[in-house]
């Protein structure tokens, strides 16, 4: 299958600064990606979606200041958490769908620990 | 919208059984439908799809079944291991569109 990368995997930052997470479709172009955060033994929770080109589109609930997402081209999607504090701790996930074809994949995760 | 539950939450098997998930979704409009393998402290990992112009897919152990009158589909795992211990999620989505709908993923262990 397609290769997701997603990186760092894990990261720890004290409380005010800001956070960003990577997410490169390595051999295949992605329209459109996916940003999900999950918490221990939950589902996944979609916070954002982010077409190439264009503004994200954020879930009900999920502040667009807080969680910056920028898609800048086919193969790369960030996630800032700006001003991070403690509640904002979770496992960040990113998908990519494939460009003209249906199939989601997603990257490994990111684990994001605010002290 | 479309919306998808998945049972059982929790699946405890015996190596070498078989272990069955399902879901159920709500949007006839729907015609893709993915599995994932979820391990701990990772990524979801695609592991079978099936689109709505079959009734059945297999790769190896696993197998994908579509009902597309009962707008339901399962996934089946046969002669399980331990390795195939992890959190499993059905999704549902329209092949080309935007979004996908996950269920709330079943949690299998697979006892040696």
């Known amino acids: 299958g397609a290769v997701v990368s997603q990186h760092p995997s894990w990261v720890i930052c004290k409380s005010g600064t800001s956070v960003k997470i990577e997410c490169r479709s390595l051999?295949?172009?992605?329209?459109?990606m996916f940003w999900y955060r999950q918490f221990p033994k939950q589902s996944l929770m979609l916070m954002a979606t982010?077409?190439?080109?264009?503004?994200?589109?954020?879930e009900q609930g999920v502040e667009k200041d807080k969680f910056l997402i920028n898609h800048a081209s086919l193969t790369l999607s960030t996630l800032t958490v700006t001003s991070a504090h403690p509640e904002d701790s979770s496992f960040y996930i990113c998908?990519?769908?494939?460009?003209?074809?249906?199939?989601?994949?997603f990257g490994e995760g990111s684990r994001l620990t605010v002290l | 919208g479309e919306n998808v539950e998945q049972h059982p939450s929790t699946l405890s098997v015996q190596e070498g059984d078989s272990a069955v998930i399902k879901c159920t979704y709500s949007?006839?409009?729907?015609?893709?439908f993915p599995w994932y393998k979820q391990e701990l402290g990772k990524g979801p990992q695609l592991i079978i799809d099936?689109?709505?112009?079959?009734g059945e897919k297999k790769d190896q152990r696993i197998a994908v079944t579509l009902n597309k009158t009962a707008k339901h589909f399962s996934l089946h795992i046969t002669e399980t291991q331990p390795e195939d211990s992890a959190v499993y999620f059905c999704?549902?989505?329209?092949?080309?569109?935007?979004?996908?709908?996950f269920g709330t993923g079943t949690s299998l262990t697979v006892i040696p």
């Open positions: 998908s990519a769908r494939v460009r003209q074809r249906g199939e989601l994949f």
């Open positions: 051999d295949f172009q992605a329209t459109t």
């Open positions: 982010s077409n190439e080109g264009s503004k994200a589109t954020y």
């Open positions: 949007d006839s409009a729907s015609n893709y």
């Open positions: 099936i689109r709505s112009n079959v």
């Open positions: 999704a549902a989505s329209i092949y080309t569109g935007n979004q996908f709908y």
